[in-house]
């Protein structure tokens, strides 16, 4: 009932403000400074059509026709196009794996929160840098480091962005998170406080063994496409780096994404959990857009058709 008036106040905010009102409450919130006035009415333009698109998403929505809703958030002035490239990935280095997981076939529970479990650390913002594989690769390494050591550590993304370049990771314009784990397995990772980030690329390397936290001894990938599977790691590993398709996921705000999407994968993010809502099966992701996208910084997303390639390309450290 409170997810259901908080989703009612906010979609009357949205209709009851003018646009201008809401533009003025954009900007302010996220910074936004125009070289000119020209750019100022173009980015407006862009804003409007979010705005008529959330309306008319949400009515849907409303009425039962949509299973998610969408909202404003810090991409509400990009346009689809623009949107899509800030997703970088970079090309798969060829490291070899020994490890593939194949579901037990022991039934797995029928719901998993990893957050709920004290395995997951807060939600992060990789800002303008393509570094999500950098945060997908933290995060399942503070999952392990959670259920291992019952405490958190926050992980350093700028270590491996700045000093994975050899392993095939290029910082901001895109990497794996297989690449991340096998420069762990080397060098170890420092903690976030001792190696901020930046969201920079072309920082020179400034790693410290004599701080590290943690190395692996290896790392295991679930069989590609293959949800059950994924749900058998997830239950019983812990969190898991995946990676999917994210071009349609700029204006989403809550429930369960079953939406537009492709098998081509471009951003990494940390499958922290699964469950049933409303009769519907999910994914529960933990983005690194911050925490005003989406569901807190979550998405849930649609289970069993492994929708935006969420199974294809799935895997967890093993620390030592």
């Known amino acids: 009932m409170k997810f259901l008036i908080v989703l009612a106040s906010v979609v009357l905010a949205i209709s009851a403000a003018t646009d201008e009102e809401l533009w003025s409450e954009f900007k302010k919130n ?25 309306e008319t998403h949400n009515a849907r929505y409303d009425k039962g026709e949509e299973t998610y809703y969408l909202g404003i958030n810090q991409f509400s002035d990009l346009t689809q196009e623009e949107f899509k490239a800030r997703l970088n990935y970079a090309s798969k280095p060829n490291i070899p794996y020994s490890k593939v997981h194949k579901a037990s ?19 992060k913002d990789q800002g303008n840098c393509g570094s999500c594989w950098a945060f997908s690769t933290t995060g399942s390494l503070e999952g392990q480091y959670a259920i291992k050591y019952g405490s958190q550590v926050s992980l350093s993304e700028q270590n491996l962005m700045d000093c994975s370049t050899d392993y095939g990771n290029a910082a901001c314009d895109g990497g794996w998170m297989i690449a991340g784990f096998s420069y762990v397995k080397d060098q170890g990772i420092e903690t976030e406080s001792d190696y901020p980030y930046t969201a920079q690329s072309g920082t020179s390397c400034s790693f410290s063994s004599s701080l ?14 293959d949800e ?34 492709s098998q081509e994968m471009d951003h990494g993010v940390l499958a922290v959990g699964y469950g049933t809502e409303n009769g519907l099966d999910y994914w529960l992701i933990k983005n690194s857009w911050g925490a005003e996208w989406g569901e ?18 799935a895997s967890w450290p093993t620390i030592n």
């Open 212 to 225: 590290s936290v943690l190395t692996i001894s290896d790392w295991t990938v679930v069989n590609s496409g």
């Open 105 to 123: 076939g022991v039934k797995a529970a029928s719901e998993v929160n990893w957050v709920s479990q004290g395995a997951v650390v807060g939600v």
């Open 296 to 313: 807190s910084g979550y998405l849930k997303l649609a289970r069993n058709q492994n929708l935006c390639g969420v199974a294809n390309d």
């Open 30 to 54: 996220h910074g936004r400074e125009y070289r000119n006035l020209r750019e100022e009415q173009v980015r407006f333009s862009i804003f409007q059509q979010k705005l008529r698109k959330i």
């Open 228 to 261: 059950y599977s994924l749900q058998d790691a997830v239950a019983n590993h812990g969190p898991i780096s995946v990676a999917i398709n994210a071009d349609y996921f700029d204006d989403y705000a809550g429930g369960v994404y079953n939406g537009e999407c």
